[in-house]
């Protein structure tokens, strides 16, 4: 058998880049399809919470079916790359169409578009999304060197989603206005807006992935191991650490994605005035810099001096902290933005190195499984990671689109601020106090269910692990 060579600098930063795109592209859809199709195209809220948690539970029974046929794939340039570059072309494509609605449809029209588009644009991004992953094991030896490049790539998905976070609006603003000139109201304003940016965030994703697929060499002739619904349903009920970890991920994660929906809503009818898009994208700057910073250093400083499990409990305390003094501020007469950092330093910096601990601890509870039950599900793990998160975000949508319909927030209800963007002086006091419990409150309880449910379940210790480690590599020798 042919030895594999140490990864090169250019690999890693190719592969890096196509996480990168990967998640500028999964952030545009997460955190914006709701907003676009509810407050700009006027789609019922109620309607979008279907169609969004739908899209998720279709996504259980796509993922296993697009993992067997990559795994049949057999063409000269491997079995993974020429399906991460089909899927990332059409899936660019779709995004486009997707943000580029016609106006012209009427309502239901306009709910049937927002349910073939997304669902298209949720098949064709598994079809990238699942061989960029499995791929791992194509170039790479095992051990840290596969491990190190996992994490390097869970950290450049954190910076493409940051990089998202941080510009969308303001190149919305920018790019409506130029496009729809002076004349525009504020909805046509952010449609164009809209339109014009996802084309451009779509072409860099072409770009990026092709580097990816140009500069790694996979070996074609390595096996990938196919997961099925009921894989994953036999590694959770044999894995019990592998259920302590992916039920921490979803409340986790849930909690983040219900305040990544509706923070846009606080700034434009809560926080308001005429320039909200500004504060907005400022707070987004601060918020995404901070979470970049957290997962590239503040969590290697903090390594030094405590365990992954102690970071871990300081950072869920960190993030609900962050939500009392935000729910807090926000029951105050706001007038400055930068008193909002105060809360958005302590959530950004603990979301930033929970989405690095969380994919370690996943790590971690392959060895376990192997070392209890003789079997290594390490594809089965990390394909159950993509399936969790996207049912994290589908869920956090749904809970938002309630949120939305029972306050009566949207454009539609506010057509009078159109001409000023002045929208929050058109919405009542009550809708704002509950979209502000609605983004504080329901999150801390998110959270506070992950550390009791975490505190309890999940035993692997940094001691533990290294046990682990050291006992199945003796078992491997023996055997």
Do not use: H
């Amino acid at each position: 058998m042919e030895e594999k060579r140490s990864l090169s600098g250019r690999e890693k930063v190719s592969y890096g880049l196509g996480a990168v795109g990967k998640d500028m592209v999964y952030m545009l859809s997460a955190s914006y399809v709701l907003y676009y199709f509810q407050d700009i195209l006027g789609v019922s809220a109620v309607a979008m919470g279907v169609i969004l948690m739908g899209a998720r539970v279709f996504d259980a029974f796509n993922d296993p079916i697009m993992g067997v046929i990559v795994a049949k794939t057999k063409t000269r340039w491997g079995k993974f790359r020429p399906w991460l570059l089909i899927g990332t072309l059409t899936n660019a494509v779709v995004l486009y169409i997707m943000f580029a609605a016609p106006p012209s449809l009427d309502g239901g029209g306009m709910v049937a578009y927002a349910a073939v588009t997304y669902i298209l644009w949720g098949v064709t991004y598994t079809m990238m999304d699942i061989p960029y992953w499995s791929m791992i094991p194509a170039f790479t030896q095992g051990g840290k060197e596969r491990e190190g490049l996992t994490t390097l790539a869970r950290s450049c998905a954190g910076v493409g989603s940051a990089i998202i976070t941080i510009i969308t609006m303001i190149c919305v603003q920018n790019l409506g206005r130029m496009v729809g000139g002076s004349s525009a109201t504020a909805r046509e304003v952010e449609r164009l807006g809209f339109k014009y940016f996802t084309l451009a965030v779509a072409v860099l994703f072409v770009i990026f992935i092709a580097l990816t697929c140009i500069n790694i060499k996979e070996k074609s002739t390595v096996d990938m191991q196919t997961v099925s619904i009921g894989d994953m349903f036999k590694a959770l009920i044999q894995n019990d650490q592998t259920v302590a970890v992916v039920v921490a991920i979803v409340l986790i994660n849930t909690a983040m994605y219900i305040t990544s929906n509706l923070v846009i809503y606080f700034f434009k009818y809560d926080f308001g005035g005429t320039g909200w898009y500004n504060s907005y994208t400022l707070f987004n700057i601060f918020g995404g810099g901070i979470q970049i910073l957290s997962m590239m250093l503040f969590y290697q400083l903090l390594r030094r001096w405590f365990t992954s499990l102690k970071i871990f409990f300081i950072c869920l305390g960190m993030e609900m902290a962050g939500y009392a003094v935000l729910l807090i501020l926000a029951f105050t007469n706001m007038s400055n933005v930068f008193l909002l950092f105060i809360p958005g330093f302590f959530i950004f910096a603990a979301s930033g190195m929970l989405n690095v601990i969380t994919t370690v601890f996943l790590a971690n509870t392959v060895d376990y499984g192997e070392l209890k039950n003789n079997r290594r599900d390490e594809s089965v793990v990390f394909s159950m990671q993509t399936f969790v998160v996207k049912l994290a975000s589908g869920v956090a949508a749904f809970i938002a689109t309630i949120a939305l319909t029972v306050f009566s927030l949207s454009s539609e209800a506010t057509t009078e601020a159109e001409q000023t963007m002045d929208f929050s002086a058109a919405v009542p006091a009550a809708s704002k106090a509950g979209l502000r419990m609605t983004m504080t409150i329901l999150p801390i309880i998110g959270l506070c269910a992950a550390f009791f449910w975490f505190k309890k379940r999940y035993i692997l210790t940094d001691e533990r692990v290294e046990e682990i480690a050291k006992e199945v590599r003796a078992r491997r020798e023996q055997g």
